[in-house]
């Protein structure tokens, strides 16, 4: 079991800025990520990142806004978002993988709202 808990939504406005912060515990995970869904959406996938290398992937409509990072000692990952447009307004979801090939573990979700 993993057990995620996330923090560092908010209300801000377009080009503000917010970190998202998600710690986990239980078992190891390759990887983890954020998703979202926005009102009458589907959920997405956001970012994730390999826990071992750091390597990183990110949905195009964030490159070069946002930004996936995990601190290992504190078993931490974080989603800095820059730059917010409204478009950004959903609730953001960490996930883990717990070291099989799928997300299997998600966190209770933050809401960002971006006003214009």
């Known amino acids: 079991q993993v057990q995620l808990v996330e923090s560092g939504g908010g209300l801000v406005r377009a080009g503000g800025s917010l970190r998202l912060s998600c710690a986990a515990s239980?078992?190891?995970?390759?990887?983890m990520g954020w998703f979202r869904r926005a009102p009458g959406k589907d959920r997405e996938f956001v970012a994730a990142i390999n826990w071992s290398e750091g390597n990183t992937d990110y949905t195009n409509s964030v490159k070069g806004r946002f930004t996936i990072s995990r601190d290992n000692t504190m078993n931490t990952v974080y989603l800095q978002m820059d730059s917010l447009k409204p478009e950004d307004t959903a609730v953001y979801y960490c996930?883990?993988?717990?070291?099989?090939?799928?997300?299997?573990?998600w966190g209770q979700g933050t809401q960002v709202t971006v006003s214009s």
């Open positions: 239980g078992r190891t995970s390759n990887h």
């Open positions: 996930a883990a993988d717990g070291s099989t090939s799928v997300y299997m573990y």
